[in-house]
């Protein structure tokens, strides 16, 4: 038996089916925001496919599809992995017994979403020179998962300036032994490691010419340098230029600890030619990690790390101090923190690894940012240390 329906009742009754209504678009249009972003990401690194296996990664970016960068043509994750240490036995105590981890690390972070990695022809000590581009070839081929996210992995390498390359085709010759190394076709990024105007003019300009001969000659998508100041990035560019070859990234020493006149020169000038800027040794050699310490119970990294931090951990402990505060308050690590300033100030950190661990605590910078107020007061502390990292020597001006 029906009861009939008070003033009150019948307003409530329509209040319900507008609220049905409005629910039932909401949920409609929250398929369809939820379905174009699935559909993103399977275009650019979709989940598993027939190929993998059962026993592929679950294939899962840590971020939002906003934020991918800009790199010339390329779409790069707002991080990438550097590979400095895949080979270095003198600095990082590299041995081949690691590379199965190595093998694990990369297969962690591509099914993550990291998409860009970072190396060069001369990373790897005395006989294992290379050993950094053999490493990610083999990985690169190797990966488990979807043929499509690996094909979506961006490979940038760096060509030495070598006292003996001194024509423009020794630097192609130089791209075509690190493509043969890779395993690939065509290099994402091929980039000058570092400028010789300071001492060799003549041979800066052969550099540029062979880096320019290299886009043209299809060998590379885009181009880069590692080093440049502001003035040498200026003269590259123009030169280039001239060339119809755009110059798509210029990679630099950026972190906390490096945050001086150079670094801020150049991301204003990047800004304006519309270069994206790579930050190598986002964590300052691990100074920023938080893991070393001078006091009882403290822990120092062997070689020549050691030396150096013991040096400089007395000065930059305020940093760190703050550093610290900021990852509590936020739930983060310090490493974290120090990735995500350099996110936070536009640049694409990148971060080494030589364990899982180290690659798993990287990968929890992405997916949040620091907010304005957070990165002010790191701003702040960083200016404060009169001694900072010690700059690559061949940094130019």
Same mark, same amino acid.
């Given at each position: 038996?029906?009861?009939?329906?008070?003033?009150?009742?019948?307003?409530?009754?329509?209040?319900?089916?507008?609220?049905?209504?409005?629910?039932?678009?909401?949920?409609?249009?929250?398929?369809?925001?939820?379905?174009?972003?699935?559909?993103?990401?399977?275009?650019?690194?979709?989940?598993?496919?027939?190929?993998?296996?059962?026993?592929?990664?679950?294939?899962?970016?840590?971020?939002?599809?906003?934020?991918?960068?800009?790199?010339?043509?390329?779409?790069?994750?707002?991080?990438?992995?550097?590979?400095?240490?895949?080979?270095?036995?003198?600095?990082?105590?590299?041995?081949?017994?690691?590379?199965?981890?190595?093998?694990?690390?990369?297969?962690?972070?591509?099914?993550?979403?990291?998409?860009?990695?970072?190396?060069?022809?001369?990373?790897?000590?005395?006989?294992?020179?290379?050993? %950094?581009? #053999?490493? !990610? /070839?083999?990985?690169?081929?190797? $990966?488990?998962?979807? =043929?499509?996210? @690996?094909?979506?992995?961006?490979?940038?390498?760096?060509?030495?300036?070598?006292?003996?390359?001194?024509?423009?085709?020794?630097?192609?010759?130089?791209?075509?032994?690190?493509?043969?190394?890779?395993?690939?076709?065509?290099?994402?990024?091929?980039?000058?490691?570092?400028?010789?105007?300071?001492?060799?003019?003549?041979?800066?300009?052969?550099?540029?010419?062979?880096?320019?001969?290299?886009?043209?000659?299809?060998?590379?998508?885009?181009?880069?340098?590692?080093?440049?100041?502001?003035?040498?990035?200026?003269?590259?560019?123009?030169?280039?230029?001239?060339?119809?070859?755009?110059?798509?990234?210029?990679?630099?020493?950026?972190?906390?600890?490096?945050?001086?006149?150079?670094?801020?020169?150049?991301?204003?000038?990047?800004?304006?030619?519309?270069?994206?800027?790579?930050?190598? %040794?986002? #964590?300052? !050699? /691990?100074?920023?990690?938080?893991? $070393?310490?001078?006091? =009882?119970?403290? @822990?120092?990294?062997?070689?020549?790390?050691?030396?150096?931090?013991?040096?400089?951990?007395?000065?930059?402990?305020?940093?760190?101090?703050?550093?610290?505060?900021?990852?509590?308050?936020?739930?983060?690590?310090?490493?974290?923190?120090?990735?995500?300033?350099?996110?936070?100030?536009?640049?694409?950190?990148?971060?080494?690894?030589?364990?899982?661990?180290?690659?798993?605590?990287?990968?929890?910078?992405?997916?949040?940012?620091?907010?304005?107020?957070?990165?002010?007061?790191?701003?702040?502390?960083?200016?404060?240390?009169?001694?900072?990292?010690?700059?690559?020597?061949?940094?130019?001006?």
């Amino acid at each position: 038996m029906s009861l009939p329906l008070t003033r009150y009742g019948q307003q409530r009754t329509r209040l319900d089916l507008m609220k049905g209504r409005n629910d039932l678009i909401i949920h409609r249009r929250s398929r369809q925001i939820h379905g174009s972003t699935r559909a993103f990401w399977q275009q650019l690194l979709p989940g598993r496919s027939k190929t993998s296996g059962a026993s592929g990664p679950n294939e899962r970016p840590l971020y939002r599809p906003s934020e991918l960068v800009p790199l010339g043509s390329l779409k790069v994750s707002p991080m990438g992995l550097g590979t400095w240490s895949w080979g270095n036995r003198f600095l990082w105590g590299y041995d081949e017994s690691q590379d199965p981890e190595l093998q694990q690390i990369f297969n962690l972070v591509v099914s993550s979403g990291i998409n860009i990695f970072d190396t060069a022809d001369s990373y790897g000590t005395g006989r294992l020179n290379g050993k %950094s581009e #053999l490493l !990610l /070839g083999k990985f690169l081929q190797e $990966y488990p998962g979807s =043929e499509r996210v @690996r094909d979506g992995v961006h490979i940038a390498t760096k060509f030495a300036a070598y006292p003996w390359r001194v024509l423009p085709g020794n630097v192609v010759a130089a791209c075509r032994g690190s493509l043969k190394r890779l395993g690939l076709e065509q290099l994402s990024v091929g980039q000058l490691h570092w400028s010789t105007a300071n001492y060799q003019p003549l041979q800066e300009l052969a550099l540029q010419a062979g880096l320019a001969d290299c886009y043209q000659q299809g060998l590379v998508r885009e181009v880069g340098v590692s080093n440049y100041g502001p003035q040498q990035l200026k003269k590259i560019h123009a030169a280039l230029s001239k060339r119809g070859v755009p110059l798509a990234s210029a990679q630099i020493q950026f972190s906390l600890l490096s945050w001086g006149t150079a670094q801020q020169d150049l991301k204003a000038l990047c800004d304006d030619l519309g270069i994206t800027v790579i930050a190598y %040794s986002p #964590l300052a !050699l /691990g100074l920023l990690s938080g893991k $070393y310490s001078l006091e =009882e119970g403290g @822990r120092l990294p062997d070689g020549p790390r050691g030396t150096l931090f013991r040096q400089l951990l007395p000065e930059v402990q305020p940093l760190v101090r703050v550093v610290k505060e900021v990852a509590e308050e936020r739930r983060k690590t310090t490493s974290q923190v120090a990735i995500n300033w350099c996110m936070c100030k536009g640049a694409v950190p990148i971060p080494g690894a030589k364990d899982l661990a180290q690659a798993r605590d990287n990968l929890g910078a992405l997916g949040w940012r620091l907010g304005a107020a957070e990165v002010a007061e790191l701003d702040k502390a960083a200016a404060s240390i009169k001694k900072g990292m010690v700059q690559n020597i061949f940094q130019t001006k």
